[in-house]
């Protein structure tokens, strides 16, 4: 059931990047430092550089394929929820840890009802082309 559509999936992804960079600060768990700060912000940073990659509306360069951008979101999110087990943060207060599994567990949730492929204009896809051209 994938309804959300890329355009919407690409302003999620700035937001969420930006909110995990900005994530230590707004929930006030900077005092906690390591990896409880240092993994949201390389994460939100990676996601702003892969979605800049990414072949849907609001990409930059347009190599990454909606497909390959999504088991990227997957496999952040992942790590995202293990990190505060992994990483030995789980025991602060729950400011610290709690963020970062509601993130990676609503990121998965977009991935999953979000759309695999951008509509024909982004795509390049000629015959959608072709047969707009015919319309106008």
Not at 43 to 69: A, D, F
Not at 100 to 128: D, F, Y
Request: proline letters at 6%; a neutral charge.
């Amino acid at each position: 059931m994938r309804f959300i559509p890329t355009k919407v999936h690409a302003v999620l992804d700035y937001v969420v990047a930006i909110a995990l960079i900005l994530a230590p600060t707004i929930f006030m768990f900077e005092e906690v430092g390591g990896a409880a700060v240092i993994i949201p912000r390389v994460l939100g940073v990676g996601l702003i550089l892969y979605s800049l990659l990414t072949r849907y509306e609001l990409g930059l360069v347009k190599v990454i394929g909606m497909p390959v951008h999504l088991v990227f979101d997957v496999l952040a999110s992942v790590f995202l929820i293990a990190s505060p087990f992994l990483f030995g943060f789980a025991d602060e207060a729950p400011n610290a840890w709690v963020p970062h599994i509601a993130v990676g567990v609503a990121v998965i949730l977009v991935v999953l009802c979000s759309k695999s492929q951008p509509g024909a204009s982004v795509t390049g896809n000629r015959s959608a082309k072709a047969h707009a051209g015919s319309v106008a």
